[in-house]
DNA sequence: GCATACACGTGAGGC
DNA sequence: TGCCTCACGTGTATG
């Protein structure tokens, strides 16, 4: 099934026998022929847009048309539902309700010597917050690699992704991610007196003082 | 031109007189039978993409096979781009290798009264840098709505969205950004002296000391 | 009448 | 061989 489809010699256009020898008044033969060569002309524009789709889908040189259609359609939806989610992602999220600090430490590269970090940080926006948070990294050690934030109606969201300076985990991931969480959550819930707690696993603590949920994830 | 398309009833489906009375052979006749129905089913699906990818174009009900197809080839062209753009800008570009800062001064919301800042930084990268421009920022009593960093192999690109606290703007939006764009100069040139050097009009310095362009830029 | 667009059945060629 | 896809010319409907 599915012969070359882009490359297919279409046989040499058995022209319709026009005059003569067959039941055909003159000029019955010749509206025939330019309604088979208006009809020539039509195949001609849509397989020309056919191709050029098949030109533009990946490895569909070899489908069948409804093959290539098909994919042509799954590619719509696709850079459809793409285009909707970057443009209303291309900067941090509106930021949420909830407080929230996540960390998490990952290797990245092929090899396993660069540690990186991705820290979140919601909470409510004051002046200073940003600086504090960027301080805070200054403070660990830590280098910036990337950085979003966004502020709208007194909350802030914010998105760090960062890299140990001398490529040194020291105490492992789990300690640094535990180091790096506390200093952001001094600096985000100063009013909040914030011991160690329970770093061990996956929690969240719902601060009823506040009505604030700090949750802390050791993975994502 | 271009009938409904997609309301279109096809005649009765005229059977290919299957029987008898043609100089047919039984097995011939059958056998054209079921091509003609497989063809059929063949026309089908692809019709059926068809009707799939007209449903998904917009205004594209009345349109022939031909410019349905023309439409698709754009549509996809078209969010493809969108997608690599978005796709590449969620994030700030890959820092360029000229040093530059910008700054410009605008007016949003309806009322004119919100000023805001909008400041790019491309610098070669340092530790602390990121937490200088932040506490630039903050010494200069803006408040950070949104921020992007990136860095990579050992260049900083940033762009940062600021509003003034108090909403005034003192004395008039070209000096806030010329104190804004000296604020960022010292921190992310702090080797270069810089002087006042003529804010006035947009201009480019070619600093051959260091080879490095400081670009201002009064519009965007 | 003319132009256009569609569905159809058929022949040809490829696995 | 049979099944598949394609291009072709034709009949027919619409404007």
């Known amino acids: 099934m599915a012969s070359t489809a882009s490359t297919r ?13 067959s039941g055909r008044s003159a000029t019955e033969a010749r509206s025939l022929k330019v309604h088979s060569e208006a009809e020539r002309r039509r195949r001609e524009r849509i397989n020309g847009h056919l191709a050029t789709l098949r030109r533009m889908m990946p490895d569909a040189s070899q489908m069948d048309k ?11 939806r696709h850079l459809k539902r793409k ?6 992602q291309p900067l941090t999220p509106v930021p949420p309700e909830a407080n929230e600090i996540t960390v998490r430490c990952y290797t990245a590269g092929s090899d396993d010597r660069t540690t990186c970090i991705r820290a979140t940080v919601s909470c409510d926006d004051r002046p ?5 948070l960027a301080g805070a990294f200054r403070g660990l050690g830590l280098r910036t690699l990337r950085a ?3 502020s709208l109606g007194g909350r802030a969201h914010h998105v760090f992704v960062l890299c140990n300076e001398d490529g040194d985990v020291g105490a492992g991931p789990r300690a640094l991610e535990r180091t790096v969480w506390q200093a952001l959550a001094q600096v985000a819930f100063p009013e909040t007196a914030f011991g160690g707690t329970s770093w061990s696993k996956r929690q969240r603590i719902l601060d009823a ?7 802390l994830r050791a993975e994502i």
Request: charge should be negative; include cysteine; hydrophobic fraction near 40%.
């Open 9 to 21: 010699q279409p046989p040499p256009t058995a022209t319709p026998e026009l005059s003569s020898s």
């Open 66 to 76: 409804a093959t290539l259609l098909s994919s042509v359609v799954s590619q719509v």
């Open 83 to 88: 285009a909707a989610e970057t443009a209303t």
């Open 128 to 132: 200073g917050l940003f600086t504090g």
């Open 148 to 150: 979003e934030l966004a």
């Open 209 to 215: 003082g506040c009505s604030l949920m700090y949750s």
